[in-house]
């Protein structure tokens, strides 16, 4: 591999000085489409807060996965781990870096239904991103404001139905067996707006044992309501069976061949499959001019089996809950909220109350049966676990003078966890308990407006992040029961930043932000597919955020976003029994966080042709607590080109290419945090050339 340093700034030559081309997704601000922020009456520009929205329609990808179209939004981390058995790593400002499996740290939305269960645990894999038309992204302290674990917040919508009816048909085919085809139909019934969109992936993986198939089903309906109300019914399916897990690799294995898969996940046949169906609806009704009422209830279903790779011999401990995961669940909720705006748009006043509810039947099997290994085998752990969310907030912006504004927030949740277990025998004691969580959070925040077209801004407040039920799973001394004695992280956040806008659409954004946190959540031990966590002391997140959106010349723009973070454990600790080779000391790196991220697009829109050149660099991060280990930094190059042919009567065709990795640069594209066997690394796709095909009627 090159030096990082050599990796970050060729590309990022390469994104100034070459005009090659295509549209992907865009983060531009669109005023009135921001739900994230909960104040209705007034556009984001004007809020104390970090907010970004990205334009989904016609983009140049795959489609495959949410990670694509993140890399634009400073401070934010997605990275898509060429292993579709394992969701995304999402981070914001450092915040979920260290999630082994799943998101942690973030909280997920799409069309307004929570993908974040009441425990924090979240999921991207089943957003159906064939129906999706935007995406919006919350940094900062207001993050709090949507309860357990908001480092920040994501949520994807879909579009609208409604007006003429309109087909869309994109198909999809790219290196390693790639292949993504989706339809979408659009259009409104007897007053009802409709928008069904199917959408199905296969590939053969970048890396050896990383198969996979993907299914998705999303339908939105709506319908307008007398007095200016609306009702919204939104119903989803995700399917996935048997997604191939090739595992992490260690330092050698990467640099003999990348593409290999662990041994263990052959001997085991590491595998995983998810099925979910989730339905919500959403009503708003305003009672006059001044308020309006909203209410939404959700539920869903969801079942995963996992086969992981934990050696037979460990599990001749009568404690160990076997090498085969299967857990089936629902969950569901409600939440309503009342807002009351002045008639003069200088004042809005939001409460409301909030209530989700998680089952889930958790069962562990051997993986093994007899001599044959990656096989569900004997009994080895069956419990029922249930969460409870309950919250409400208040929040009201206040215009409080010409060029100044008050934002001011609170919430109260109380988080309750329970299981039962039932699996008992003489060597496995009853390991059923409980705990319960209780936490304020309030924020606050400042506008200045010194300029028509340039926003100063100052928010603070505090936020929490409690333990998940698999954080609860297992203790770190490895005895019996939950991890009971976790406590909730609390950090403290402040932020200050600054907003312009220019002509032709111009813009440029800054923040500069701290948050502190105590009882930090860390891995305490990861190997052979099992997580144990303790608390260990404070720890701090620290950096500046940049991102612009520059208009060069007709048919010339240039996006730029960059991160400087600084995330460190404050307190020492050991990461097993107390010896040199387990001290973390102070001032030690967070794992799986890097010092610096950059994104910069080049793009050029005829009116038929479209090319752009797209380059991201990122320093190296840490792997482990104590910092023994890194993965290096890299940068890379991606080219697009498209044209779009007008069809007399038949809609229009939009054909595109998109070359990721150009340079062929080889790279980690993500880290498994802790991780006991030493797989830290999980490679990053070669170069790739993707060519795509749609069709609008």
Not at 49 to 64: C, F, G, K, M, P
Not at 86 to 96: A, E, K, N, V, Y
Not at 517 to 528: F, K, P, Q, R, S
Not at 575 to 599: D, F, L, N, Y
């Amino acid at each position: 591999m090159r030096s990082p340093r050599a990796s970050l700034l060729a590309p990022g030559i390469c994104a100034v000085l070459l005009a090659w081309p295509a549209r992907a997704a865009e983060v531009t601000p669109l005023p009135g489409v921001v739900v994230t922020a909960r104040v209705e009456s007034v556009p984001a520009f004007e809020l104390p807060a970090a907010l970004d929205v990205i334009d989904l329609r016609e983009d140049n990808r795959a489609r495959a996965d949410l990670a694509e179209a993140l890399g634009g939004v400073p401070g934010l981390l997605a990275r898509e781990r060429q292993n579709r058995a394992q969701d995304t790593q999402l981070s914001i400002r450092g915040f979920g870096a260290r999630a082994t499996f799943g998101v942690r740290g973030v909280r997920l939305y799409a069309d307004g239904i929570p993908a974040t269960l009441p425990d924090g645990q979240g999921q991207l894999s089943h957003f159906a991103l064939a129906a999706a038309e935007r995406v919006e992204v919350m940094r900062g302290p207001f993050s709090a404001l949507y309860g357990n674990s908001s480092g920040g917040v994501v949520q994807v919508w879909s579009a609208d139905g409604g007006g003429e009816t309109e087909l869309a048909l994109r198909g999809v085919a790219a290196r390693y067996g790639l292949r993504n085809a989706s339809a979408s139909l659009r259009g409104s019934a007897a007053g009802t707006g409709y928008h069904l969109a199917l959408a199905r992936l296969d590939g053969d993986g970048y890396r050896a044992h990383s198969a996979a198939r993907r299914t998705w089903g999303n339908l939105k309906l709506h319908r307008d309501l007398p007095g200016g109300g609306r009702l919204d019914l939104v119903a989803n399916r995700f399917d996935a069976p048997d997604a191939q897990d090739p595992l992490g690799l260690d330092a050698a294995q990467l640099r003999a061949n990348p593409r290999q898969a662990a041994a263990p996940a052959w001997q085991y046949d590491t595998r995983k499959s998810v099925r979910q169906d989730q339905a919500g609806l959403a009503w708003r009704q305003p009672l006059g001019a001044a308020t309006t009422l909203r209410a939404s209830v959700y539920a869903g279903q969801r079942a995963v089996e996992q086969f992981l790779a934990v050696p037979v011999a460990a599990q001749a401990n009568p404690l160990n809950g076997g090498g085969v995961v299967d857990l089936d669940g629902g969950h569901g909720g409600g939440d309503v909220r009342a807002t009351w705006q002045d008639g003069e748009g200088r004042f809005e006043l939001t409460a409301g109350l909030a209530h989700e509810r998680q089952r889930q039947h958790r069962r562990g099997f051997e993986n093994f049966r007899g001599d044959v290994p990656g096989v569900r085998g004997a009994l080895r752990r069956d419990q029922h676990d249930t969460v409870r969310a309950s919250d409400g907030y208040l929040q009201a912006w206040w215009k409080f003078a010409p060029a100044w504004a008050l934002q001011l927030g609170a919430r109260h949740s109380t988080v309750r966890f329970r299981s039962q277990d039932h699996y008992v025998t003489a060597a496995n004691p009853d390991d059923s308990g409980r705990v319960e969580y209780r936490q304020t959070t309030p924020v606050a925040g400042l506008v200045f407006a010194p300029h028509a077209d340039l926003r100063l801004y100052l928010a603070a407040g505090r936020g929490f992040e409690t333990p998940t039920l698999n954080e609860l799973a297992y203790r770190a001394d490895g005895g019996a029961g939950l991890a009971l004695d976790l406590a909730p992280a609390v950090s403290r956040n402040l932020e200050l930043g600054g907003k312009w806008r220019g002509a032709g659409g111009a813009r440029l954004e800054a923040a500069l932000f701290r948050a502190d946190t105590d009882d930090e959540l860390a891995v305490a031990a990861n190997t052979g597919g099992r997580s144990a966590y303790h608390n260990v002391g404070r720890a701090r997140r620290q950096g500046a955020e940049l991102a612009a959106q520059l208009p060069l010349a007709p048919g010339w723009s240039l996006q730029l976003a960059a991160t400087w973070l600084d995330a460190r454990f404050r307190d020492g600790f050991c990461t097993g029994p107390c010896a040199p080779a387990t001290r973390v000391a102070p001032g030690t790196r967070i794992p799986g966080v890097p010092r610096r991220q950059a994104w910069a697009r080049l793009q050029w829109q005829g009116q038929r042709w479209e090319a752009a050149a797209e380059a991201q660099g990122l320093g190296e991060v840490t792997v482990d607590d104590r910092g023994s280990a890194r993965a290096p930094g890299h940068g890379l190059l991606h080219l697009e080109l498209a044209r779009r042919w007008e069809l007399d009567g038949d809609g229009h065709l939009r054909g595109f290419a998109r070359l990721d990795n150009a340079l062929d640069r080889a790279h980690v594209g993500s880290v498994i945090v802790n991780e006991g066997n030493g797989r830290y690394y999980e490679p990053g796709l070669g170069r790739s050339l993707l060519l795509g095909l749609e069709w609008r009627h």
